[in-house]
């Protein structure tokens, strides 16, 4: 095989994970075409998680923090171990966010600086790739002390989210958009075109009905910022900031493959810089950086006179004085790097001094059933937004300070957007860590024999409830509330309105032991902004200390039913 | 400055300055684009009244399918209603993600056995369609309508944002309001509700059902409910109301959820009249027609008569 060959086997592997990953991300989602069998279970059709699986940072990460593994994490190892052998192979052939800064760094560029023999140059290794180890170090230590934090930057996550939170839902807007300001031109062969492109579009695209996500600006500036900065540094991300990309280089420490350079006919061109990914310095003369290096093989094919090769066991005895032997380790000091560890270890006691988490309850922090205590939850979470993703109801959001800045970008409920749905467990079937353990339908609404999944509980608004405050009639909520007995009983009274009519109204109370949290009351409720009852986290089943009651009740309310 | 240069400059600083200014004067104090279509024509499908035949027919039997056939048959059978060629759009209730057994929704044998029929009386097209409260996909796929309507042969619509029309309802209280298309563009439409209570109107039976056809944000209907369901009857008068009363839903509608909550009177009312309809149907609830007051309320608007015996009611079992 020619080297020109492995290159292009180099660039489908990249065409495929990438299209591989971008539709698990699509396929995180309900399909309407389920049927559900005799046990009422509804699960997808496939394991799109494993999109997420497959990352050794995520594994590494949990690893350390909660001291398991979970489940499907295990297959991070199919990287985690070649990466031995092979070097950074999955920053250049496998990582999808890799293979995006890739194609958007590698569009022709109208800088001087990055064109040309300036190009090489900017290519050399740089100082600011050891950046991204100590990240990972901070990241690292935080999670050994029990925050997990390396989903913020993890590319997996990263792009995961971005796809599934910004991407799509934005695309579904302005489909809808532009196909609406085309028909409303009222010329039709162009109303017709628009209306196809459309129905194309959202049968392989779009969900079933558009998607809305808090604080969706603040990921995508995030994303759009990294995508930005490949245009004035060749793989910015990839090369100065990736965590994951950091920790395949500490373990890249001992590979048996690598790059072998002779100088003899080696005529300084410089094309193997100029093509250079990882910014390795491949250049015969200078260090080869071991580390930094995804093993493209861009230099290999691009140098007219074969003086570079990779191979096993790289031959140790073309080093001269002026063909330097590698660099095997990562370049950082140790003194950083016992920094580092201590600023993240340092991390831990810092947030968790902070107001919004033991001493202060976060009524916003309703999770998603099956979610873990706060402080396991926080140790799992990696905020790949497939709970989002897959959420039926758009009721799953990332949050941006409502769970203390630790919290950020992890999911909580907006029942006021969607409620979560009695029968429903796909968030608990996504989730790659377990920071959401799975459930089964009938360990989320309960049986005779254990209580159901509780998420929080509703609170009425006495102010805003129209048969409280405006002698107007109205059960929405207690028609809603999916549980038997309902959470929401209603009292009859008779009110006199500002004209001295008399009503007779129903006035709801909640009953918080029956009550589940989870929030159709506040999605239905029809005072159309601020609803009249709303639900908080109090009495979440994953808590000992965020409750209310002294005791719950099990057995059905003596009330009478009206 | 040669005169060449300076032509050429003003020129092109007069053409900009008098297109930015014919922009702002053209677009001075322009109607801001209103919505339009709104469609005026009411949903009424109704059949001809005949001396023939009774206006309500129960049917009692433990075979939801014979129970259906049978009081179709009483009330003049399918051929009545749907003719050859007709568009026939089946609303039954699919409000909620609950199984059959838990009787928040229509049966789904009924719903399936109703499409076969109106395939067989030569309907081009049936559509079985409902506005859902719970997410429309797990309502219709738990429910098992979708698959069996589908079974059956009929197109199983889920509804989005452009399968609704802007319609004016002319009530007292409703006016503008997005109801389903399928529901404004067919030939006939057969209401197929399931007896539940509701702690508000007393019961959900036919004409509540009705809410199912419109979108938007129809939680506020409930501060007027009587008069809502009321026009919505006015609006939209079906061929046909088939009940079903094979489970009822006695306690906690109207979502239920326990099976403790489930009687099964094994029975199917086929009726012309929506209000006689229901006023047969609420018996099953135990409750006194006269205590639900949208069933009085549409009796006295003229809409049918609660009183079904006088209407010409007929039991079979």
Redesign the interface.
Known sequence: MTIRTARSIRRLSQIVFFVLFFWLILKTN?D?N???DDT?H?SLPYPVSIALEFDPLAAVGTLLATGTLYKGLLWSLTILIPTVFFGRFFCGWVCPMGTLNHWISEIPSERRSRRGKNKIQANRYKPYQKIKYYILLVMLAGALAGTLQTGLLDPLSLLARSIGTVVLPTLHAGAQGVTSWIT?LGISPLSSLAEGTYSVLSAFLLP??PMFFNTIVSLGLFFAIVLILNRVFTRFWCRGICPLGALLGLFSRWTIFGLEKRETNCDNCGLCAQHCQGGDNPEPGLRWHQAECHVCLNCQAACPRGSLKFTFFPKSDTASITNPPPVEAVDITRRKAVAATAAGLLMLPLLRSGASFAANPQPMAVRPPGSVGEADFLARCIRCGQCMRVC??NALHPTLLETGIEGIWTPILIARIGYC????TLCTQVCPTGAIEELTVTAKVGDESRPPMRIGTAFIDRGRC?PWAMA?????C?????????AIY?EELTVTDSRGKTVVV?RPYVDPNLCTGCGACEF???V?DRAAIRITSVGESRSRENQILLERRTAPRQHD?? | MKRREFLGKTSKAVALAAVTGGTGLLFHNRQVHTRSGIVTQAADFQVEASGDWPQVVLAHNEDPTIALRMSLDGIGGIGRFVMKGEKVTVKPNVAWDRTPEQAANTSPILVGEIVTQCLAAGAARVIVTDVTCHDARRCFARSGIREAAEKAGAEVILPTESDFVDADLKGELLTEWPVLRAVMECDRLINVPIVKQHSLSGCTIGMKNLYGIIGGRRHRLHQQIDQSIVDLARFSKPTLVVVDATRVLLRNGPTGGSLADVATPNTVICATDQVAADARAVEFLDIPVERIGHIRLAEKSGLGTAHYRAAGYKELT
């Open positions: 309900f309407v389920l049927t559900p009422g509804i409303s079933f009905r039926p109801n749905e009695p029968t429903c129209l107007t009639p109205c059960i929405v207690e028609e809603w509330c999916p549980t038997s007995p309902k209603l129903k239905a409720c029809p159309a039913h009206e």
